[in-house]
């Protein structure tokens, strides 16, 4: 019998050698079960991996480079990553295109300088950080009221994703905490710890020792605290927030994430140490990263059901990634700093509290906007996509209902922009089709993205057993009775049968003769298509 590694299997293996991370690789079921039990950086350990992998094998290994991309998974689950395509009436024409070319100044300076200065990082990255940018720097002093009579304001949740190290998550999240303290570091929020104490914050509580802290930090602290519930969450590691969100003690901490999102003017709470706590004036927003492998742990299926994860725009590594050429050397980002304040400062301030702490109501301006028409063809285009026949993913059903909100809240975003940027300073701040365009542009990366994303989280659980059916297949030769196989990934009978039919269908299995054992009826199958590594 010869055993074959897949690339994926390979891949992983070569960086578990070298002592590289291999936890976000999606190994086939022997891999997976040898790495468990073993640790390569203890040489016994790492000397018992090379035995059992035996030469033909070691030698395919060591063939591969642990620096690079991880490869492409297997056609089945690249299935996941067809995007339907928008209709024509929804489509951007030329002119159109050529129009959205012409807005959005200043991200487009952003992303070119957080690309030069994190060169790894993919601009998908750099692109949606920026817009986190612009999102505290405006927080809640704007909206457009739609036809459908909903207030959206520019707040966003973004998450980016992607394998640890290779594509420089963090880099990209350093250059965007570097702008904002240049310019407006009382708009990012301290990291949260119970839901207690962050309604403390967003409801612009002080914390107990504030006494205590240095000068600069109380300044910084009481100047946030007049845009209390409109900052920002920049967290590395976000997928650590979703995981400690089904713990006793962060009880409640999901729903108000997903209440804020909607920026409601007023919110409270009766909290057990702080009495009553109120929220005014929400618009909270969240730029973080996550793995594949952590982001898989940490949700629930619930969270892709229930609007938690449509609230974010799913953001990851463009098709077309590159890596840019080292820079020799990177500026301050003094001129986009300078620029994003005056945004900031540009807008109407919230009202400071009298001397009886009574606040007047906040200032939101209200926009004009003149691109209905080629909002309601985005949203009736994906609309239709989600009709309860269509092929597309339960999962991404709550997602595409959500993405032409995203994309009003981005076009709102590079108005503001353009606006702060202009000459005129009595111009006013207007959000025009050509917006819309860009926006569109954008918002369509992020759909394509959540589709990429659920490749990369697994597939539809038909599709799941399916996949671990061929790598189990790989791992013993490429044949295999279908006993062997429910057993080996003790799954029921029948949806195995029912998976094998499929994959018969579909070209990549088929059904073999083997000889016959006395009162035994022995069905197998083996492997077909050459992508997924026939053994014989």
């Known amino acids: 019998m010869t055993v074959t590694l897949s690339p994926q299997d390979a891949y992983g293996l070569a960086?578990?050698?070298?002592?590289?991370?291999?936890?976000d690789i999606q190994f086939s079921p022997a891999p997976a079960l040898l790495l468990a039990h073993l640790d390569p950086t203890v040489p016994d350990d790492l000397r018992f991996l090379r035995k059992v992998l035996g030469p033909d094998l070691l030698r395919a290994v060591l063939a591969v480079d642990p620096t690079a991309p991880p490869p492409e998974l297997p056609g089945r689950a690249a299935d996941l990553t067809l995007v339907p395509e928008l209709p024509a009436n929804a489509q951007l024409s030329e002119e159109q295109t050529r129009a959205a070319s012409q807005v959005g100044h200043w991200l487009n300076d952003y992303v070119r300088w957080a690309g030069d200065a994190a060169n790894e990082t993919p601009l998908a990255f750099h692109l949606g950080a920026g817009l986190y940018l612009a999102a505290i720097a405006v927080g809640r002093r704007v909206y457009i009221q739609t036809p459908w009579r909903q207030p959206v304001f520019p707040n966003l949740y973004l998450m980016i994703v992607a394998v640890s190290t290779y594509y420089r998550k963090s880099a990209g999240l350093s250059l965007a905490a570097e702008v904002a303290r240049l310019a407006i570091p009382h708009m990012l929020m301290p990291q949260p710890g119970s839901p207690e104490n962050f309604m403390a914050m967003l409801g612009s509580v002080l914390p107990p020792n504030f006494a205590d802290i240095p000068h600069e930090d109380?300044?910084?602290?009481?100047?946030?605290?007049?845009?209390a519930a409109q900052r920002g969450l920049l967290r590395d590691e976000l997928s650590g927030l979703f995981k400690s969100l089904g713990r006793d003690y962060m009880a409640g901490m999901k729903e108000l994430i997903?209440?804020?999102?909607?920026?409601?003017?007023?919110?409270?709470?009766?909290t057990n140490n702080k009495g009553l706590v109120v929220?005014?004036?929400?618009?909270?927003?969240?730029?973080?990263?996550?793995?594949?492998?952590?982001?898989?742990?940490?949700?629930?299926?619930?969270?892709?059901?229930?609007?938690?994860?449509?609230?974010?725009?799913l953001l990851t590594p463009e098709p077309d990634y590159a890596e840019r050429p080292a820079p020799s050397d990177s500026p301050i980002p003094t001129d986009l700093a300078a620029r994003l304040q005056h945004l900031h400062e540009k807008l109407p301030e919230p009202p400071v509290a009298d001397a009886l702490g009574e606040k007047r109501a906040a200032e939101a301006w209200s926009l004009p906007a003149d691109f209905w028409g080629a909002c309601h063809a985005y949203e009736q285009a994906l609309r239709a996509m989600t009709a309860p026949d269509s092929s597309l993913d339960d999962r991404l059903r709550a997602i595409y209902g959500r993405l032409h909100v995203q994309a009003i809240k981005v076009a709102i975003l590079l108005a503001a922009l353009?606006?702060?940027d202009a000459s005129d300073e009595s111009s006013r701040l207007t959000v025009s089709a050509a917006h819309w365009y860009r926006a569109q542009q954008i918002v369509e990366t992020w759909r394509a993205s959540a589709h990429r994303l659920l490749a990369?989280?697994?597939e539809n659980e038909e599709g799941r057993l399916e996949n671990r059916i061929l790598g189990f297949l790989r791992a013993c030769?490429?044949?295999?009775?279908?006993?062997?196989?429910?057993?080996?990934?003790r799954s029921p009978r029948k949806p195995v049968i029912e998976a094998l039919r499929a994959l018969e269908e579909d070209g990549c299995v088929g059904r073999v003769e083997l000889p016959p054992k006395p009162g035994v009826k022995s069905e197998a199958y083996r492997l077909l298509d050459p992508a997924f590594g026939t053994g014989s």
């Open 418 to 420: 353009d606006w702060a």
């Open 279 to 313: 929220i005014r004036d929400a618009a909270l927003s969240i730029l973080g990263a996550a793995t594949p492998a952590e982001l898989s742990n940490a949700l629930s299926p619930a969270d892709w059901y229930n609007g938690n994860l449509a609230r974010f725009g």
């Open 477 to 489: 030769g490429g044949t295999a009775t279908v006993r062997d196989i429910y057993r080996a990934l």
């Open 15 to 23: 960086r578990a050698l070298v002592g590289l991370s291999w936890t």
């Open 258 to 270: 997903m209440t804020l999102y909607d920026c409601p003017a007023y919110l409270d709470s009766n």
């Open 456 to 458: 990369d989280l697994g």
């Open 218 to 227: 109380r300044t910084r602290l009481e100047k946030g605290n007049r845009y």
